[in-house]
């Protein structure tokens, strides 16, 4: 954002009002509209988790979520964040 660190965190903290041309910035920096940064982004989420409901694994896995235990829960979010960010390679 070509802003101090102290300046987004007085921001996070509602301690300072960005300017339209901070938030601007950080929309591009976090790749999202300035819309969409201002509603928190719940349209996009909803969106994802449309998309993500598609996919067959995360489809076969969701009846079972609510019955998992935090740390299961936990290890289940770091192995699809990781397939998702590293896929897997193909032959």
């Known amino acids: 954002m070509a802003v101090p660190r102290t300046y987004v965190s007085k921001i996070e903290?509602?301690?300072?009002?960005?300017?339209?041309?901070?938030l601007?910035?950080?929309?591009r920096a976090l790749e999202v509209t300035v819309?969409?940064?201002?509603?928190?982004?719940?349209?996009?989420?909803q969106e994802e988790i449309r998309e993500l409901a598609q996919d067959q694994f995360i489809a076969?896995?969701?009846?079972f979520l609510g019955q998992l235990n935090p740390m299961q829960m936990s290890s289940?979010?770091?192995?699809v964040r990781d397939l998702t960010l590293r896929p897997r390679r193909t032959a």
Request: charged share 25%.
């Open 13 to 22: 903290n509602e301690k300072a009002t960005p300017t339209l041309s901070s």
């Open 76 to 79: 289940i979010v770091a192995q």
């Open 24 to 27: 601007e910035r950080l929309a």
């Open 60 to 63: 076969d896995i969701l009846p």
């Open 35 to 45: 819309p969409d940064l201002l509603s928190g982004g719940e349209h996009n989420r």
